[in-house]
Each structure stands twice: as structure tokens, then as C-alpha cells.
Nanobody, 124 residues
Framework: QVQLVESGGGLVQAGGSLRLSCAAS????????MGWFRQAPGKEREFVAA????????AYADSVKGRFTISRDNAKNTVYLQMNSLKSEDTAVYYC?????????????????WGQGTQVTVSS
């Protein structure tokens, strides 16, 4: 079983930055893929970024490429999402997810483990 706890959300002005953290516990193996998704009010949950737990492979949604960076610290069992140049359309609840395979996926159904989410609000 895998447990995920997100933190770092908050209120920020457009153009600002935030760093989200996802602390993982339980059976995390090097082949796992960790993902970030987000859900804005009235919209479906969408893929943001993913990284292999062992490192070396990342994936991003087109909407965040060049602005967001996903990284991990294996020693701390933590995955990060650095968000720069934030826009009002980035406002959403951000979720951390884990997938116990060696390949990334942009589909939420492919991730069996989820955190509770953290709210990010970008004011214009």
C-alpha cells in the first residue's frame, strides 16, 4: 500500500511561484511513476506532470511546459512540483498520484494511489 500527502498549496498572485510537495510512504519502488494532476472547479481532473521514482524520465502537459518542473528526493521520499509564472488558469486542487509500473501515463485511471489534494489559487 502507498500513502501520499500533498502540501504547499496556497494563494499567490499571477506571475508568482509555488512549490508543492508530495510525501510518500509505504511500498514505493524505483520503478514507480509519480504524477501530479489538477482539477479546476467544474472541470475534469487533468494530467500535469510525472516522474519516474528512480529518476531520468519526466513528462509534462503542454499547458505547463517551461513553467512547471517535477522532481524527486528519494532520501526524503518526496516528489515536488515547482510552479513558476503562475496564471489564473492554474487555479485548481492539485493531486499527487502513484503508478506501480515503469511507464508514465496521462490518464488518472492508470494511477491507483492518490493523495487528498492541495488547493492552489492564483489571483489575477
Amino acid at each position: 500500500q502507498v500513502q501520499l500527502v500533498e502540501s504547499g498549496g496556497g494563494l499567490v498572485q499571477a506571475g508568482g511561484s509555488l512549490r508543492l510537495s508530495c510525501a510518500a510512504s509505504g511500498r514505493i519502488f524505483s520503478g514507480y511513476f509519480m504524477g501530479w494532476f489538477r482539477q479546476a472547479p467544474g472541470k475534469e481532473r487533468e494530467f500535469v506532470a510525472a516522474i519516474r521514482w528512480s529518476g531520468g524520465s519526466t513528462a509534462y502537459a503542454d499547458s505547463v511546459k517551461g513553467r512547471f518542473t517535477i522532481s524527486r528526493d528519494n532520501a526524503k521520499n518526496t516528489v515536488y512540483l515547482q510552479m513558476n509564472s503562475l496564471k489564473s488558469e492554474d487555479t485548481a486542487v492539485y493531486y499527487c498520484a502513484a503508478r506501480d509500473t515503469i511507464s508514465a501515463s496521462v490518464y488518472e485511471y492508470a494511477y491507483p494511489y492518490w493523495g487528498q489534494g492541495t488547493q492552489v489559487t492564483v489571483s489575477s
